[in-house]
C-alpha cells in the first residue's frame, strides 16, 4: 500500500468515503506523498509527455503571443507574465527566447510561477536559469498571493490536474460519487445517498437520462473567475490550452496515466497522473462572471497554425539535418493533427471587456 493510500484509508475509516475532488486533491496535490511531489513525472522516461516537451515551437509560439498581446496592452513598462503548473519549466524558457524578438516586452517581464510541486519548483528554477539568468522568477502557492498589476496568464495542462467533483443520476435522483473502502482493502466507487438539492453542476446538466455522469471542478472555476477578475480589471490576458470538450456535457472522465499507459485510478494513489477533461464552457463562464471576455474554446492545431507554426517548422528545418527535418516534423504533427492532439486540446483566451481580439482566435 503507498503512503497515501494509509492515509486514505484513514481519512475513510474516520469520517466515511471521500469525494472524488478530495481523492484528486490528496493523490496529486498532498505535500509529502501527492504525485506532483515526485520529482519529475514528465518526458520520455517518465509518465506523459506534453505539447512543450514535444518541440520548442509550442513555447515559442506562446511566446510570441504574450509579445502581441503585451503590445496590445499599450505596452506597459511592468508586465507580470504569470505560468500556472509550468511542469518543467519548458514552455517558459521557449517563451522567453522568442519573447527576446521583442527586446521591451522582455525586459518589462515580472515572473511569476504557480506551483505546489516542491521537485517540479526546483527543476524549474534549474531550466529557467540556465537559458535566462537574467530573470528571477517568483514561486506562488496559488494565484492569491500574486502581486498586482497587468498580468498576462499562461496555463498549459494545468486545469486538467484540478481537483473535480462526479455526479451520476439514478432512478432515486443524483447522488455523488464517492470512494470507499473496498472489502480486499482497496478503493472502489460507492454513491452518496440521494442529493436534496440538485448537484453543483450546470443546469442544462440536471435534467440527465439515468446513470449519467456530470462533472464540475470548484477549484477551476475559483481560479478562472479570479483570471477573469485580473484581467479585467488591473490589465492584461490569459491563455488556457488543455484537453477537454466545448460545451457541457456527460461522461465520467477521470483518468489515470502512468508510465505513458491507462491504469485504474483508485489502484496506486500518489502514483499515478490523475486528470479529468476539462469543461471549456464552464471555465469561460466563470471568468466572464469576473468580468472577462472570452474567446474560443478553439482547437489547438488551428490555434497553433494561425500562429504560423508552418513558417518556424519551415525555418527550423531549414538547418536541420534529414533525421532531425524528419523528427521537426514529427512533433508538429502530433500537436496539430486532428487524430492526435489538434483537436482534444483546444484553447480559450480571457482578456478585458471592449479590448482586441486576441493573436489567433
Ligand atoms: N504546463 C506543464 C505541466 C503540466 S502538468 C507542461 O505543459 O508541461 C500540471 C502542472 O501543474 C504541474 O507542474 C503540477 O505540479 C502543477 N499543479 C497541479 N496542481 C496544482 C495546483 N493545485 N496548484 C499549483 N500547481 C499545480
Known amino acids: 500500500m503507498t503512503h497515501l493510500a494509509g492515509l486514505l484509508t484513514g481519512e475513510i ?9 478530495r481523492y484528486m486533491e490528496l493523490a496529486l496535490g498532498h505535500p509529502d506523498f501527492g504525485y506532483y511531489q515526485s520529482a519529475d513525472p514528465f518526458g520520455a522516461s517518465g509518465d506523459f509527455i506534453t505539447a512543450p516537451e514535444i518541440s520548442q515551437i509550442f513555447g515559442e509560439l506562446i511566446g510570441i503571443w504574450c509579445a502581441v498581446v503585451w503590445r496590445g496592452m499599450r505596452s506597459p513598462e511592468r508586465v507580470n507574465l504569470v505560468e500556472l503548473g509550468p511542469g518543467r519549466g519548458t514552455l517558459m524558457a521557449d517563451a522567453l ?5 521583442e527586446p521591451e516586452f522582455r525586459a518589462a517581464i515580472h515572473l511569476h510561477l504557480v506551483e505546489t510541486g516542491k521537485g517540479l519548483r526546483h527543476r524549474q528554477k534549474e531550466t529557467i536559469a540556465k537559458a535566462h539568468p537574467d530573470v528571477t522568477p517568483q514561486w506562488h502557492c496559488g494565484i492569491e498571493s500574486l502581486p498586482e498589476g497587468p498580468t498576462i496568464f499562461i496555463a498549459n495542462e494545468f486545469f486538467d490536474a ?25 478503493f472502489r466507487f460507492v454513491l452518496s445517498p440521494p442529493l436534496t438539492t440538485p448537484p453543483p453542476v450546470g443546469e442544462e446538466l440536471w435534467d440527465a437520462e439515468a446513470e449519467a ?9 475559483n481560479i478562472a473567475r479570479a483570471i477573469g477578475e485580473k484581467v479585467a480589471t488591473q490589465g492584461g490576458a490569459a491563455l488556457i490550452i488543455d484537453y477537454g470538450h466545448d460545451s457541457p456535457g456527460f461522461g465520467d472522465t477521470l483518468q489515470a496515466v502512468k508510465s505513458h499507459g491507462f491504469t485504474d485510478p483508485l489502484a496506486d494513489p ?3 497522473d490523475l486528470t479529468a477533461h476539462v469543461d471549456f464552457a464552464a471555465i469561460g463562464s466563470a471568468a466572464g462572471l469576473g468580468g472577462g ?9 488551428i490555434f497553433l497554425n494561425r500562429l504560423g507554426i508552418e513558417t518556424r517548422t519551415a525555418a527550423l528545418v531549414e538547418s536541420a539535418t534529414a533525421g532531425q527535418a524528419e523528427e521537426i516534423q514529427g512533433a508538429v504533427a502530433r500537436l496539430t493533427n486532428a ?11 480571457v482578456m478585458p471587456g471592449g479590448g482586441a481580439t486576441p493573436p489567433g482566435f
Open 13 to 21: 475509516a474516520a469520517k466515511g468515503p471521500v469525494s472524488v475532488g
Open 97 to 101: 527566447r522568442a519573447a527576446a524578438m
Open 162 to 186: 484540478l481537483p473535480m467533483r462526479q455526479f451520476q443520476k439514478t432512478s432515486e435522483g443524483w447522488r455523488e460519487k464517492l470512494i470507499g473502502v473496498a472489502d480486499n482493502g482497496g
Open 213 to 221: 455522469v456530470a462533472e464540475v471542478s470548484p477549484a477551476s472555476l
Open 270 to 272: 500518489g502514483e499515478a
Open 293 to 301: 471576455a472570452v474567446f474560443g474554446p478553439l482547437a489547438q492545431g
Open 339 to 349: 487524430d492526435q492532439m489538434g483537436t482534444l486540446f483546444k484553447a480559450l483566451a
